[in-house]
């Protein structure tokens, strides 16, 4: 019974759009401490920095892109990834957390050439939760690289824990177009309409 009932109230919190608390680790999540530093960028005049290996953003432009390395702070991905990703479904979990009241987080995934999820908007707890956005990644053409794109709304600062992307890990909903991020609002996940690289 005691399984049914944490089953309905994590069901519960879904269905009000409420962050769920981290789930397993997925086989490929990646501590921030973990990223190679020549991997992620940051645009000038974001603030960012790391502390206690978790990753904090803030002072990001209210119109930055979410296109390329994005203009927050991105995690360029292997070769090998990106290879993976073109022309399949990608989902991206982001273990994400802020101490300021009303802080929101920005999570896209950009593929430098043939589209971008745009920035997929999450308000955060003050204790680390998943977000998860899905995106539909058309088939690469040069391969320019695949990023993944995290930013701050406002005054507030958002702590990345860390990150995982899976290929083919999200189903896409009906009538979804190639390059269209995937979305429920009621399991966690968000979306907007596909952006163009």
């Not at 206690?52 to 995690?75: C, K, L, Y």
């Not at 991206?92 to 920035?119: C, H, K, M, Q």
Request: with cysteine; proline share 8%.
């Amino acid at each position: 019974m005691r399984t049914s009932l944490a089953a309905l109230a994590v069901l519960a919190l879904a269905a009000c759009g409420q962050a769920q608390a981290p789930a397993p680790t997925p086989v490929n999540y990646v501590a921030w401490a973990d990223v190679p530093t020549e991997a992620i960028w940051s645009k000038p005049g974001v603030s960012y920095a790391v502390a206690d290996g978790v990753a904090v953003v803030s002072n990001v432009a209210e119109d930055a892109e979410s296109t390329g390395w994005t203009g927050g702070v991105s995690v360029r991905l292997s070769p090998a990834q990106e290879a993976a990703a073109s022309g399949h479904t990608v989902k991206v979990t982001v273990r994400a957390f802020s101490p300021d009241p009303g802080a929101i987080l920005g999570v896209a995934y950009s593929t430098a050439e043939v589209g971008n999820s745009g920035w997929q908007q999450f308000p955060l707890t003050t204790a680390p939760a998943d977000y998860v956005i899905g995106f539909d990644v058309r088939p690469m053409r040069q391969g320019n690289g695949d990023f993944v794109g995290f930013r701050s709304y406002g005054p507030s600062r958002v702590h990345i824990v860390g990150y995982a992307v899976e290929v083919g890990a999200v189903a896409p909903l009906p009538g979804a177009a190639t390059g269209a991020p995937q979305s429920a609002a009621a399991t966690g996940t968000a979306a907007a309409s596909p952006k163009q690289d």
